[in-house]
């Protein structure tokens, strides 16, 4: 596989999957909905690990790696599938690029990284005031949406706490057997959650748009999205990858409003730029930081 190739895949891949879950859990409840979803992509990715005869190893840091992985897949996964009667798939895509902000604060606290600069506490400001700029929106157009925004928020929690503890294991694994491994972990959850929440089989009311959207998401959101994810964050920077971030929320309204008759407001393209200048200053902040410091240490200069 080429980088561009699957660099561009994770692109249109999470940029889609937000309408997907809509679509999906128009009338497949949503428990059922990321069940079939996962369960698609496990059984294709054990045929492909059989098949390609790709190694899948069950040492003791891949079974760390896997349930650290799965850790994501299911609090991000199920969370954002309730999220999805109450609020649009362009605003859970935009929540969810929050995600990298997040991650940094988990990495604080967890990693031992170094504490935010300027810029960066810069860019966590603007990001939360978008933030709030589209949720206050969107709370005008439904007053249960609050219950969907709750649910995508701690659904990125999850997310971000999962990536920085994959940070912690340090072993290299192929990106196929990566991703089966994590949702052999996480399918037997999902199946628990379905039994537990609903434990129904009411397929006659299932539409073709709904079935689609679940078959979609498991062959290429689950699983293909995965891989290519996992390969891109091999072979380039964590800079790079970042960029995604970034893309797919502005796609993601685009999409919405244009299959799924979503309304942009002005509310949500005002809140929807401050969200991604705050994901820009915080992905460059050294470089923001140094042109900054430039600019002003030059306009000293010049007055003195």
């Known amino acids: 596989?080429?980088?561009?190739?699957?660099?561009?895949?994770?692109?249109?891949?999470?940029?889609?999957?937000?309408?997907?879950?809509?679509?999906?859990?128009?009338?497949?409840?949503?428990?059922?909905?990321?069940?079939?979803r996962m369960l698609i992509a496990w059984l294709i990715g054990w045929g492909i690990i059989i098949v390609c005869r790709i190694h899948l190893p069950w040492h003791k840091e891949a079974l760390k790696l896997y349930?650290?992985?799965?850790?994501?897949?299911?609090?991000?996964?199920?969370?954002?599938?309730?999220?999805?009667?109450?609020?649009?798939?362009?605003?859970?895509?935009?929540?969810?690029?929050?995600?990298?902000?997040?991650?940094?604060?988990?990495?604080?606290?967890?990693?031992?990284?170094?504490r935010f600069n300027h810029i960066k506490k810069l860019a966590l400001v603007a990001a939360l005031i978008g933030l709030v700029i589209v949720?206050?929106?969107?709370?005008?157009?439904?007053?249960?949406?609050?219950?969907?925004i709750i649910f995508v928020l701690i659904a990125v929690f999850f997310f971000s706490l999962s990536?920085?503890?994959?940070?912690?294991?340090?072993?290299?694994?192929?990106?196929v057997a990566t991703t089966v491994g994590a949702l052999t972990f996480s399918t037997p959850l999902f199946l628990v959650m379905w039994l537990l929440?609903?434990?129904?089989?009411?397929?006659?009311?299932?539409?073709?748009?709904?079935?689609?959207?679940?078959?979609y998401l498991g062959l290429f959101g689950s699983l293909i999205g995965f891989i290519s994810y996992f390969y891109v964050l091999?072979?380039?920077?964590?800079?790079?990858?970042?960029?995604v971030t970034m893309i797919t929320p502005v796609l993601a309204i685009t999409l919405g409003a244009l299959l799924n008759d979503e309304v942009i407001t002005d509310n949500l393209i005002v809140?929807?730029?401050?969200?991604?200048?705050?994901?820009?200053?915080?992905?460059?902040?050294?470089?923001?930081?140094?042109?900054?410091?430039?600019?002003?240490?030059?306009?000293?200069?010049?007055?003195?």
Do not use: H
């Not at 660099?7 to 428990?31: M, N, Q, R």
């Not at 299911?74 to 929050?98: D, E, K, P, T, V």
């Not at 990536?163 to 990106?175: A, D, L, Q, S």
């Not at 929807?272 to 923001?288: D, E, N, P």
């Open 1 to 36: 596989m080429r980088v561009p190739i699957a660099y561009l895949a994770v692109v249109l891949i999470w940029s889609t999957t937000p309408l997907g879950i809509v679509w999906s859990s128009e009338t497949v409840e949503p428990t059922m909905a990321v069940l079939l």
């Open 67 to 114: 349930s650290f992985s799965a850790i994501g897949i299911f609090g991000g996964m199920s969370l954002s599938y309730a999220a999805a009667s109450y609020i649009s798939s362009g605003l859970m895509s935009l929540i969810f690029g929050l995600s990298p902000i997040l991650s940094g604060v988990l990495a604080q606290k967890l990693l031992a990284e170094d």
């Open 135 to 148: 949720c206050y929106d969107k709370m005008t157009l439904k007053a249960d949406a609050y219950i969907g």
């Open 163 to 175: 990536g920085v503890m994959v940070k912690t294991i340090n072993i290299k694994i192929n990106p």
């Open 197 to 215: 929440l609903d434990g129904t089989l009411d397929y006659q009311q299932w539409s073709i748009r709904s079935v689609s959207a679940i078959i």
């Open 234 to 243: 091999q072979k380039l920077s964590a800079s790079t990858v970042a960029l």
């Open 271 to 304: 809140g929807a730029g401050f969200v991604v200048f705050g994901l820009t200053c915080y992905q460059w902040s050294s470089k923001v930081e140094y042109v900054v410091r430039y600019r002003f240490k030059k306009v000293n200069d010049t007055q003195t």
